[in-house]
């Protein structure tokens, strides 16, 4: 096989992907992954609805320690911040906003908390460029309200 077969062949494959993989699908995938990250993290601090633990407080004032934020009003914001941006990107409603929250969000932990984790703040920071840049897809609200 020559190089102008291989090629081609790559081409056809690469074609048939670039048609298989819409962003439709690629935009509710990544909306779904990111959204599960965050909602995630914010279970964990919570007690039941919206109630923070104290092991929430303690994290904000002995772990985290972040700059200009007292650690009450800090944690208060991340687990509601981890509980509603997501919610908005599963709904695929005001997704961009919601995704450069969430994307601010991961700027914050990657500079003040966790500056060693910055392959784990690619990942999440991967989807949410992509929806900030693409939008939500047509399987959302976003798309139902003519918001994108």
Request: net charge positive; no cysteine; hydrophobic share 55%.
């Amino acid at each position: 096989m020559n190089l102008s077969a291989v090629r081609t062949a790559w081409n056809r494959a690469a074609h048939f992907a670039s048609t298989a993989i819409s962003h439709n699908l690629l935009a509710v995938t990544a909306r779904a992954a990111i959204a599960a990250i965050f909602i995630q993290s914010g279970r964990t601090k919570v007690t039941g609805l919206l109630t923070l633990t104290d092991g929430t407080y303690q994290l904000f004032r002995e772990e985290y320690r972040l700059p200009l934020v007292p650690p009450e009003i800090a944690a208060h914001m991340a687990a509601y911040a981890e509980h509603f941006f997501p919610l908005l990107l599963i709904l695929g409603l005001f997704t961009r906003g919601a995704a450069l929250a969430l994307l601010g969000m991961t700027a914050v932990i990657e500079i003040f908390v966790y500056p060693y984790a910055w392959p784990t703040h690619l990942s999440w920071a991967a989807p949410l460029l992509y929806l900030i840049g693409r939008g939500a897809g047509k399987w959302s609200l976003d798309r139902l309200l003519k918001l994108d």
